[in-house]
């Protein structure tokens, strides 16, 4: 079967790091993205990992590890607009995007 | 501003009646899809329309009846729905069909928040 699974609510304080995990298992794998969801918003793209490794994009990085399944968002120095749903996504090798439940971070003073 | 625009943002309807959602793209995309997002799931395709032809439909039932007259344009035509349709429906669109495929981004609209009484 096909799984994405991400925690399904975390909280952080504002200035604060807060990494939020995902782990797939996908039938072939084309790449995973992460999306940022506010309430009643649409997703918005955040960033996209297709090899191994950290991509660093501004106060947020995105880690890929293609042999564990397994992907991180880390959102630096927290701000209170940084409480949203965090979609990952993963598209299998037959170009179909599967994305998990999200997750709701709250951000805290 | 995504530049994926969807109308109505909210709409409630009976379970006999007929409505439809309409979504347009202003970003030149090739290729334009269906999701429904129920609370606490996954986003789940429904329908994918690749150069206006339809490439996946993903055991979706027919009281959902997609329509893409062109690469800018979609609706979802929704008949004789049941409560537990209930639920927001985000039309997306990409440069090309193959969702996300080498960083084929998707990128969705606002959402039309469909409440079926």
């Known amino acids: 079967g096909q799984n994405i699974d991400q925690p399904t609510e975390m909280t952080a304080t504002e200035g604060a790091i807060v990494q939020i995990n995902c782990t797939y298992q996908?039938?072939?794998?084309?790449?995973l993205f992460w999306y940022q969801q506010h309430a009643g918003e649409a997703p918005t793209f955040l960033s996209y990992?297709?090899?191994?490794g950290l991509e660093e994009k501004g106060r947020f990085s995105s880690f890929l590890s293609r042999s564990k399944g397994y992907s991180y968002l880390l959102l630096k120095e927290l701000q209170m607009k940084d409480s949203a749903s965090y979609l990952c996504a993963v598209e299998n090798s037959n170009n179909d995007m599967r994305f998990g439940a999200g997750t709701r971070l709250t951000v805290k003073p | 501003e995504t530049g994926v625009t969807q109308t109505p943002r909210h709409l409630v309807m009976g379970m006999t009646n007929k409505k439809s959602l309409k979504c347009e793209q202003h970003?030149?995309?090739?290729?334009m899809y269906w999701y429904k997002q129920s609370a606490k799931k996954p986003l789940e395709l429904m329908f994918v329309y690749n150069f206006k032809e339809q490439t996946e439909n993903n055991s979706v039932p027919s009281r959902f009846s997609p329509e893409c007259p062109n690469s800018s344009h979609l609706f979802l035509h929704l008949h004789t729905l049941q409560p537990e349709d209930s639920a927001l429906y985000l039309c997306a669109s990409s440069p090309w069909g193959g969702q996300g495929a080498s960083g084929n981004t998707i990128y969705f609209g606002e959402g039309s928040w469909l409440t079926v009484v």
């Open positions: 990992n297709v090899l191994d």
């Open positions: 970003l030149g995309h090739n290729a």
């Open positions: 996908t039938s072939g794998f084309n790449g």
